[in-house]
């Protein structure tokens, strides 16, 4: 029988159909010749794995918490800094400077220097006696503000004119219209890239092991990484990566519904 004689949707669903077959053939193969003794042994040491709890979870907690205190201070100066960008004069040119420097910046670098570099160049910081990783978080919100303000800004210019010039027509002045009217309204419209932007925000925690962290204040990839070089054996990093999977897939899975709300809306 000819191809060309069956209808357009079966013959969709037949390619369907032999592309799934090719692809599960693929894995088979794969699985069968695997060398799966020394996969358990290096990756799925069940005694190494068991080994992790409870610490794996303090490490999870400390990723979440690290997480959620960049996003929401990195929140808050990225509402200022998309204020300031969108004003004129100096404050302008400071917002400037401030978003492109720590864009530009590998947020790497930017942890590095504020865990190290700053304190070491202020003593009355080193007196402190305050982990690096604390000081590595707020590199972290920096470079969390510098790219949401960006999209606050955008939000912020998304927002219809006519509702800046009809607060203004009943009386408010131009900063309670921004925050009771603008803000709000522009905050909703950039829903779906804050939540992407949190998401990647929780995986570049994992940077946060550059500044050293005590057996408590460590995340998730320290965590891993100290009890890969503990026990010589790839298991802690599986672990880890599993812990990741269980925290980042419900939030990029809220990002999807986001994201189809809001065009369902438009």
Same mark, same amino acid.
């Given at each position: 029988m000819d191809m060309r004689d069956i209808r357009p949707t079966v013959r969709r669903r037949i390619s369907r159909m032999l592309s799934y077959l090719i692809f599960?053939?693929?894995?088979?193969?794969?699985?069968?010749?695997?060398?799966?003794?020394?996969?358990?042994?290096? %990756?799925?040491n069940k005694d190494i794995a068991l080994g992790m709890f409870p610490g794996v979870f303090r490490a999870a907690l400390n990723t979440i918490l690290y997480t959620l205190i960049a996003f929401v201070i990195g929140l808050v100066l990225?509402?200022?800094?998309?204020?300031?960008?969108?004003?004129?004069?100096? %404050?302008?040119?400071?917002?400037?400077? %401030?978003i492109?420097?720590?864009?530009?910046?590998?947020?790497l670098l930017t942890i590095f220097i504020m865990a190290f570099a700053v304190p070491m160049a202020f003593e009355s910081l080193r007196a402190l006696r305050i982990e690096g990783v604390y000081y590595g978080l707020i590199g972290l919100v920096f470079v969390t503000g510098a790219y949401t303000a960006e999209i606050i800004r955008a939000g912020i210019q998304a927002v219809p004119r006519g509702q800046h010039e009809a607060a203004r027509s009943l009386g408010m002045s131009q900063m309670r219209t921004m925050i009771t009217v603008i803000l709000p309204q522009a905050i909703r419209i950039v829903i779906p890239p804050l939540t992407n932007e949190l998401v990647m925000l929780l995986k570049d925690t994992s940077l946060l092991f550059i500044a050293g962290a005590t057996k408590a204040n460590k995340e998730l990839t320290q965590f891993g990484r100290d009890g890969m070089s503990s026990h010589f054996n790839s298991t802690p990093l599986l672990v880890v990566a599993v812990f990741y999977l269980i925290i980042t897939i419900p939030l990029t899975y809220l990002v999807a519904r986001l994201e189809k709300k809001m065009a369902v809306k438009q």
């Open positions: 599960l053939g693929l894995i088979v193969a794969l699985a069968f010749t695997a060398d799966w003794a020394l996969i358990t042994k290096v %990756f799925l990225a509402i200022v800094l998309a204020l300031m960008k969108l004003s004129s004069g100096p %404050f302008k040119w400071f917002a400037v400077g %401030f492109e420097l720590f864009r530009g910046l590998p947020a």
